[in-house]
């Protein structure tokens, strides 16, 4: 569902990671790691997230941390809205379940 409103598939994984976990804070190649994505196109989006207000990033050493910023306008609705879409895409999976075994 979140597909038709965020087309980037890079940035809707990172986005999903982040609104799910707020606390979560990484750096490009664990990030990578994480969602099985090209660091590349990674790094890219997380600059793009940063440069509007939705992740936030500090120096550690030669690496650069990103997090959440919790207080990004939208944040609250933004974590709400990959939440609910999360809820229905697994009610969809347990219905074709379902519905393959019978």
């Known amino acids: 569902m979140l597909d038709v409103f965020i087309t980037s598939r890079v940035r809707r994984k990172i986005i999903v990671v982040y609104a799910k976990y707020p606390d979560f804070k990484t750096h490009v190649r664990g990030l990578a790691k994480l969602i099985k994505e090209d660091?590349?196109?990674?790094q890219r989006e997380l600059k793009r997230l940063e440069k509007v207000g939705f992740l936030t990033s500090e120096k550690q050493g030669n690496t650069k941390v990103y997090q959440t910023n919790k207080h990004f306008a939208i944040f609250?609705?933004?974590?709400?809205?990959?939440?609910?879409?999360?809820?229905?895409?697994?009610?969809?999976?347990?219905?074709?379940?379902?519905?393959?075994e019978n």
């Open 39 to 42: 660091a590349g196109n990674i």
């Open 76 to 100: 609250k609705e933004l974590q709400s809205i990959v939440l609910k879409a999360q809820r229905i895409n697994q009610k969809k999976q347990q219905q074709r379940r379902q519905q393959g």
